[in-house]
């Protein structure tokens, strides 16, 4: 089940349940107005979190093959409901064909994998299993897998979004966006984790890329 079918499920459910509770609510005699207000806010709070934290950007294939930190790679494969096992080259393929499947928009919708689970056994909702469709050629697999990995350094290597690199971009950054410590200008990479300080500024300017960050950032540093 995708997930646009599964929050599909789970807000049918969800709509279901208040009404219910409304229903109970105000079969004990409380007040219609207050019971249907409570419901409308009820929802639209539910809406806006789904819509908020599971209404992804969708990274280009080609932004995606620039991430050369494995750890980097296991938060966006979690950000977008895919599994987080295997090497590096594992899961940049799979994200880029993840990307690829999606090319024709700018936000997907994605779901955790516990929720597609219960919900396909709900059978609210048709469909296979998403990630049966990432199936591809084993040749043209170990083609992509070698053709992803990353050949520049850090220093060189281009920024997500179609950003440049720029003397001006490092003046302004005077701290580095994983572990907070103070770095000079100009400084390509903080002398403290060794994050790559413009990849991660850049990144820093989408919503997925804030995401990012707050997670590998609650680890205090670039793990290798």
């Known amino acids: ?119 396909s056994s709900l059978e609210f909702a048709p469909g296979m299993e998403e990630y049966q469709s990432l199936l591809e050629d084993p040749n043209e697999l170990l083609v992509r897998m070698v053709s992803s990995s990353p050949s520049v350094g850090p220093k060189s290597r281009p920024l997500v979004w179609g950003r440049s690199r720029s003397s001006s971009r490092r003046r302004t950054i005077t701290s580095c966006p994983i572990c907070d410590s103070s770095v000079g200008q100009r400084a390509p990479v903080c002398g403290e984790c060794g994050a790559d300080l413009e990849f991660y500024d850049a990144l820093l300017e989408s919503r997925i890329g804030r995401r990012l960050v707050a997670q590998k950032a609650d680890g205090h540093g670039r793990k290798n």
């Open 1 to 119: 089940m995708r997930a646009h079918d599964v929050w599909r499920t789970f807000t049918v459910l969800y709509v279901l349940a208040l009404a219910a509770v409304s229903a109970l609510i105000i079969s004990h005699g409380e007040d219609l107005v207050a019971a249907m207000f409570v419901t409308v806010v009820a929802i639209s709070v539910y809406l806006y979190i789904v819509y908020k934290r599971y209404h992804v950007e969708r990274l280009p294939e080609n932004d995606i093959r620039l991430f050369d930190d494995p750890d980097d790679l296991r938060i966006l494969c979690r950000i977008y409901g895919l599994p987080d096992s295997g090497s590096p080259n594992w899961l940049r393929h799979r994200l880029a064909q993840f990307s690829r499947q999606n090319e024709d928009r700018s936000f997907v919708w994605v779901a955790p994998r516990f929720m597609k689970t219960l919900a």
